[in-house]
C-alpha cells in the first residue's frame, strides 16, 4: 500500500489522496465532465476512461512528458500537438506558449474533437493564452485521406484509436495532413506526437522541416525502443534522443541505448533534441513544476524557466 501512494502526484500533493479514494469507492459516471488538473486548469474528460480518471485521481496524466513539456516550452514558442486527444497537452502548451506562442493541435476522431474544441474554448475564456489552432485530421506522410482505427477498447480508453487497417472495431474516414504542408517555413519549438504506432509516417510528413532543424525538440512515444525505425530516423537528422520517466524528485533523462525509463504501468516516452544543452538544463533542477497550480499563471513557470536559461 505504502508504495502505491509514494508517488510524486500524491507526495507532492497529498490531498489528491481524497480524489483517489473517492473513485475508488464510488466509481464515477462515463461523461465528459471539466476535471481540475495539477498545473492550474481545468480539461474536460471522461473520469471514467483512462485520461479523465488519472486527471481525476492523481491530478495530472503522464507526468513525465507533461513535465518535460512544461520545462521546455518557453513564451513566444510554437507548438504542435501531434494525436491531442481531449486536449490535455494542448491546454499545457497554450499556457505554456503564453499570449505571443502558437500552438497547433490534430486530432482525427470526430468525437475526441469536439471536446478538444470545447477545452480551447475554456481555455480561452478563463485566461490568456497562445494562439490555438485546432484541426480535425491525422498526421501522415502524404496528404490525402484514410481509416481512422476504432476499436472496441475505445470504451475505457480513448486514446487507442489509430490510423491503419483492422478487422476489430469500427474505422472512420479522415483527413490526413502532412506537417510540412501546415507549417510551412515555420520553426517549431517542441513538436509533441503520440499517435498509436504512426509516428514514422508523421515525422516523414515533417521531413523538410526536419532537414532544415527547423524542429527542435520532439516528444514521443515509442513501445520498440533502440532499433525502432523511429529512432533510426531521428538519428539520421541528428538528433540526440533521452528516455523520459520520474523519481519523487523529479523528472528524469537517460540517453544510454536502449535504456527506458518509464514504469511498467507507462507509455515509453523519449525527447529527441537539436539542443541537448538546453534540455539537460532545464530538466536539471529537481521538483515538480507542472504539480503546483503556480504553473497556470501567466507571471508562472513557463516564464522562470524560459529567463533562467534564456
Known amino acids: 500500500m505504502v508504495y502505491q501512494l509514494a508517488k510524486p502526484w500524491y507526495v507532492w500533493r497529498p490531498w489528491q489522496l481524497v480524489h483517489r479514494a473517492l473513485a475508488t469507492v464510488k466509481s464515477p459516471k462515463s461523461e465528459f465532465v471539466p476535471l481540475p488538473v495539477a498545473w492550474g486548469a481545468s480539461v474536460w474528460a471522461d473520469p471514467a476512461k483512462t485520461i479523465g480518471r488519472s486527471i481525476l485521481t492523481t491530478g495530472v496524466y503522464d507526468l513525465a512528458v507533461t513535465e518535460v513539456l512544461g520545462r521546455l516550452i518557453a513564451p ?62 491525422a498526421l ?3 496528404s490525402g485521406h484514410a481509416d481512422l482505427v476504432v476499436p472496441t477498447g475505445m470504451a475505457w480508453n480513448d486514446g487507442v484509436s489509430y490510423v491503419g487497417q483492422s478487422a476489430e472495431g469500427t474505422s472512420v474516414r479522415v483527413l490526413v495532413e502532412t506537417i510540412d504542408d501546415v507549417i510551412e517555413d515555420a520553426c517549431v519549438a517542441v513538436l509533441k506526437i503520440d499517435v498509436e504506432g504512426a509516428e514514422g509516417m508523421v515525422l516523414r510528413g ?95 513557470a513557463a516564464a522562470r524557466i524560459h529567463r533562467a536559461t534564456a
Open 76 to 137: 513566444g514558442d510554437t507548438v504542435i500537438d501531434a494525436g491531442a486527444n481531449v486536449g490535455y497537452m494542448t491546454v499545457l502548451a497554450g499556457i505554456a506558449a503564453g499570449t505571443t506562442g502558437r500552438v497547433v493541435a490534430w486530432e482525427p476522431h470526430p468525437e475526441l474533437f469536439r471536446i478538444l474544441q470545447r477545452n480551447v474554448a475554456a481555455l480561452r475564456e478563463s485566461t490568456a493564452v497562445a494562439a490555438i489552432t485546432t484541426r480535425n485530421s
Open 206 to 300: 515533417a521531413r523538410r522541416a526536419l532537414a532544415e532543424r527547423r524542429v527542435r525538440h520532439i516528444v514521443f512515444e515509442d513501445h520498440i525502443g533502440a532499433d525502432s525505425d523511429v529512432m533510426h530516423l531521428l538519428a539520421r537528422y541528428g538528433y540526440r534522443i533521452f528516455s523520459l520517466g520520474w523519481s519523487l524528485r523529479g523528472v528524469r533523462l537517460g540517453d544510454r541505448a536502449g535504456e527506458r525509463l518509464a514504469t511498467w504501468y507507462e507509455a515509453p516516452s523519449y525527447v529527441a533534441t537539436l539542443a541537448a544543452e538546453e534540455l539537460l538544463m532545464r530538466c536539471s533542477s529537481p521538483g515538480w513544476l507542472t504539480l503546483s497550480a503556480k504553473f497556470g499563471r501567466r507571471s508562472g
Open 140 to 142: 501522415g506522410s502524404e
